[in-house]
């Protein structure tokens, strides 16, 4: 997309749509709160903005939506107003959401350029958070999947491919990081929806490995992939053990970008599990909505979107990504209720439902990131249990954590671009649960909170490092086309984690 600020004058904006974000104030009475641009428009149109306030039409609610068509009067041929809520609680997220719907709502009228003005001048947020969430949340809302559809009039429904944002000469140079941060995540975040929507007879453990290749080739960044011979070498019966079962063979992904010339206590190591299939194995899951499986490497897409994000951002800190991916599949040599598997770091595991693969999986990469890269730092991500579901829905993923500071930056960088996590409990008693009495560990906790337990599991295969678990079932997937999003893959996590690195890197 040809992405440019401008410093037009709202008369000679020449575009589709003009967006203009309208918040509000609550004093005595309400009373409404425009951009600048939207002031503008408001003088251009004789007053036109302020009596849609004034007679309730237009309120200034997030996400609230009204469009007006300038009769010629300005270059541009209508003006789409967007509520940004009140002014004084402006958060990125109510930003992302609002220009995301705006710009959902014109390329669905068939139009290809888009003129951006949502900044507020006297909001709690710095002009460069506000820049970064309008063209972020413009980039995420055009997103839609439809390679696969003939009748695709917009080319995968990308039908804006021009957006000029509005700000005044003086402060392009100080935006214009805001900018390219926007793109960098919008673009990574689209990317790890794409890999999520794949189908599973496409995006196969080895086109994944494919996938993270191109963008490793990309930016030319260290890249490998493990076969199985060299996993056998290693030991990882976790990995080799859910695999059996398929045909298609397993990978061990690794990528590495090295954005400092020397190791440092603030490099990251992530991790995301990549089953790129999910039947449940022999102990095979119900029919209905089994198609969603697809979404089981979605843990795997965040880590490799966010290395895509910090590749084009190159923050001064070194990060590697793992990811374990396979499918888990019904068959005559599937791993089966009963067996007992040996991770790499040499722990034994009792498998009592061979749904419960992921953590498997994750145990051999996270084995891997202590022993092999000697990390410091390691943050998992993974669509991992149905109760975190059960217990957060689909507006907070839950993170579990053995380091509160690190715990903090994931908290502060998810707020940051809009994404929330809930911290989760790691307290020794809920072990108890996961107790075998033939293996060093059992593989399910049961029912009662199998989100802990499962974490608890994880927990055995991380050495001294500081670690973190995502849990990010519920937060991957929407079930419903919103108004800011599509429907499908979310592409949750990927922005956090690129967030975070940047972060780390500016305070080494």
């Not at 995301?100 to 068939?110: D, E, I, L, N």
Request: aromatic residues 6%; contains cysteine; charged residues 20%.
């Amino acid at each position: 997309m040809d992405i440019k600020f401008s410093q037009q004058g709202i008369e000679d904006v020449a575009s589709d749509a003009l967006v203009v974000g309208v918040a509000y104030q609550q004093k005595e009475q309400r009373s409404p709160v425009f951009s600048k641009a939207a002031r503008a428009v408001d003088d251009a149109l004789g007053g036109l903005l302020q009596e849609l306030f004034a007679s309730g039409e237009f309120k200034g609610e997030a996400g609230e939506l009204t469009t007006v068509h300038t009769m010629g009067k300005l270059a541009t041929r209508r003006v789409v107003l967007v509520g940004l809520g009140k002014q004084e609680k402006l958060q990125p997220l109510a930003i992302q959401r609002a220009c995301g719907a705006a710009a959902r709502h014109v390329q669905q009228t068939g139009a290809h350029s888009i003129a951006l003005d949502c900044l507020l001048e006297n909001a709690p947020l710095d002009l460069e958070t506000q820049t970064q969430a309008a063209i972020e949340g413009a980039l995420l809302g055009v997103y839609t999947f439809k390679k696969y559809q003939q009748a695709d009039a917009h080319g995968n429904g990308r039908g804006i491919n021009k957006m000029r944002v509005l700000a005044g000469a003086a402060h392009h140079a100080r935006l214009e990081p805001a900018m390219q941060r926007a793109i960098a995540f919008a673009g990574a975040t689209n990317f790890t929806r794409d890999l999520v929507n794949e189908p599973p007879n496409v995006l196969t453990p080895t086109e994944l490995a494919n996938r993270a290749g191109l963008v490793a080739k990309r930016f030319d960044l260290d890249f490998e992939v493990l076969d199985r011979p060299q996993m056998q070498e290693l030991g990882m019966g976790g990995l080799l053990g859910v695999s059996q079962g398929s045909q298609e063979p397993a990978k061990f992904i690794i990528m590495r970008y090295h954005g400092a010339s020397t190791r440092g206590e603030k490099d990251m190591t992530l991790v995301g599990k990549g089953i790129t299939f999910d039947t449940g194995g022999i102990s095979i899951k119900p029919a209905e909505n089994m198609y969603k499986m697809k979404g089981d490497m979605a843990g795997a897409a965040a880590v490799i979107g966010a290395m895509y994000a910090i590749a084009v951002l190159k923050p001064a800190i070194n990060v590697t990504v793992l990811v374990p991916t396979t499918e888990n599949m019904p068959s005559g040599t599937a791993y089966r209720p009963g067996d007992i598997l040996r991770i790499m770091n040499g722990k034994t595991i009792e498998i009592v439902n061979t749904d419960a693969e992921g953590r498997l999986v994750l145990a051999d990469a996270l084995s891997y990131a202590v022993l092999k890269e000697q990390a410091t730092t390691i943050i998992d991500v993974a669509t991992l249990t149905g109760g975190i579901v059960v217990a957060l829905g689909s507006v907070m993923s839950g993170m579990f954590c053995n380091d509160n500071a690190l715990s903090a930056e994931i908290i502060e960088a998810g707020q940051k671009v809009g994404e929330k996590f809930w911290r989760m409990p790691l307290d020794d008693e809920y072990a108890e649960a996961i107790t075998s009495d033939v293996a060093d560990i059992k593989q399910t906790g049961g029912r009662p909170a199998s989100s802990v337990t499962a974490a608890k599991i994880l927990e055995h295969f991380v050495g001294d490092a500081h670690w973190a678990h995502l849990d990010i079932a519920g937060t991957d997937f929407s079930d419903s086309k919103k108004p800011y999003s599509e429907k499908g893959a979310t592409g949750f996590a990927a922005r956090t984690l690129a967030e975070l690195a940047l972060k780390r890197a500016e305070s080494v």
